[in-house]
C-alpha cells in the first residue's frame, strides 16, 4: 500500500503497477535506479517496523533492457547489504530473462519434461523381458502393448507374492484374475459372507490355521472329527470329512452326484464348488461351522 502510495512503479496501460505479491516473494517494478532503490529503502522500513527480515542473499536485482544496451552499474541495496545484479531471474518458476526472451525459461522446462521423460524411459527398460522393447530414438512405444504388459507383470507379482503366503493356499488355487470376485456381488448374509471370505483366506477355524497358532508342524494339525487321518484344511471340511456328510448331501446332492464331479481331483472338485455354486457353498460353511463349532464346545 505505501509503495503503491509512492506512484513509482511502471506504466501498464491506465494503472501504475510497482509491486508484485504471492505470499512471502516480493518483486518491485521500476522505471530507473533512483526509483528502486526509494522503494527497496521504503520496503526496508516498513520491514523494519514489523521487524520482518528481508534475505538479501536471495534478493536480485534485474535491469531489464535491449540485448545491446549497457546493464547498470548502480548498486541496490537494502539497509547495508547490497544487492546483486543478475540477467536473469526465477520468479514464480518462471525464468524472466533481462531482454524480454524467454528463452532461457523454455530451455529449463524443455530439460525438466526430458528428465521426467527419461524416468519414464528407464521403468519401461524393467518390462523388456516381458516384451516391451528397449527405448531408441526412432521406436515409438506402443501405450496398448505397455498397458497390458504391466498388467501382466503386476499379476505374476501378485502370483509370486501370495504363493509364498501358506495360508493363501485355497486362495492361490481360486483367485486367478485380479478382478472382483462374483461372491461379493451376490446378496448373501452377513455371516455366509464371512464364512467365503475366511474359507478362501484360510482363517477358517479349522486344524491348519489354529494348529500354527500352538507351533503345530503341518503334518500334526489332522482333523479329530472323522476317522479318516487327515489334515483338516478346507479341501477336508468341504469335500471329505464326514462329521458334514449329511450338510454335503442337503446343500450340494446335485453337484457330488454328478458323474463329470466324480471324476475330477480334489482341487478341481473344490474350484469347482465355491466358483460355480457360491451361494450353495455359503449355506453349508455357514451350516458346517456351526455344526463344528456345538462338537467342539457343546454350543447349540
Ligand atoms: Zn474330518
Known amino acids: 500500500m505505501e509503495l503503491n502510495d509512492m506512484n513509482l512503479g511502471i506504466g501498464l496501460k491506465d494503472s501504475n503497477l510497482s509491486i508484485l505479491l504471492y505470499a512471502d516473494d516480493i518483486a518491485l517494478l521500476a522505471k530507473n535506479e533512483k526509483d528502486l532503490q526509494q522503494m527497496l529503502d521504503k520496503l526496508q522500513d516498513w520491514c523494519k517496523r514489523w521487524r520482518v527480515l528481508i534475505n538479501t542473499s536471495k ?3 534485474v535491469h531489464f533492457r535491449k540485448s545491446r544496451a549497457k546493464p547498470t552499474n548502480f548498486e541496490f541495496s537494502v539497509g547495508r547489504n547490497k544487492l546483486e545484479n ?6 514464480l518458476g518462471v525464468v524472466f530473462t ?11 522446462l524443455s530439460k525438466g519434461s526430458g528428465r521426467a521423460l527419461g524416468k519414464i524411459i528407464s521403468s519401461i527398460h524393467q518390462f523388456k523381458e516381458f516384451g516391451v522393447k528397449s527405448y531408441e530414438k526412432t521406436e515409438i512405444i506402443d501405450m496398448s502393448l505397455l498397458d497390458l504388459r504391466l498388467q501382466d507383470f503386476y499379476l505374476s507379482m501378485w502370483k509370486r507374492d501370495i504363493i509364498n503366503v501358506s495360508k493363501l493356499r485355497t486362495y492361490v488355487k481360486l483367485k486367478t484374475m485380479v478382478e472382483q470376485e462374483s461372491y461379493v456381488k451376490l446378496n448373501l448374509s452377513k455371516s455366509q459372507r464371512s464364512c467365503v471370505a475366511q474359507l478362501r483366506c484360510g482363517i477358517l477355524p479349522l486344524r491348519i490355521e489354529t494348529g500354527r497358532y500352538i507351533g503345530e508342524q503341518r503334518e500334526e494339525r489332522i482333523c479329530n472329527f472323522c476317522t479318516e487321518n487327515s489334515i483338516e484344511d478346507e479341501s477336508h471340511f468341504v469335500l471329505d470329512c464326514s462329521l458334514y456328510t449329511e450338510l454335503r448331501n442337503e446343500h450340494f446332492k446335485d453337484i457330488i452326484s454328478d458323474v463329470n464331479y466324480l471324476q475330477m481331483s480334489n482341487d478341481e472338485k473344490l474350484y469347482h464348488i465355491l466358483i460355480n455354486f457360491p451361494r450353495k457353498t455359503a449355506k453349508y460353511l455357514v451350516d458346517a461351522i456351526r455344526k463344528r463349532r456345538q462338537v467342539v464346545f457343546g454350543q447349540v
Open 86 to 91: 543478475v540477467n536473469e531471474y526465477k520468479y
Open 98 to 108: 533481462y531482454n524480454g526472451n524467454f528463452s532461457t525459461h523454455t530451455e529449463a
Open 59 to 61: 534478493s536480485k536485482c
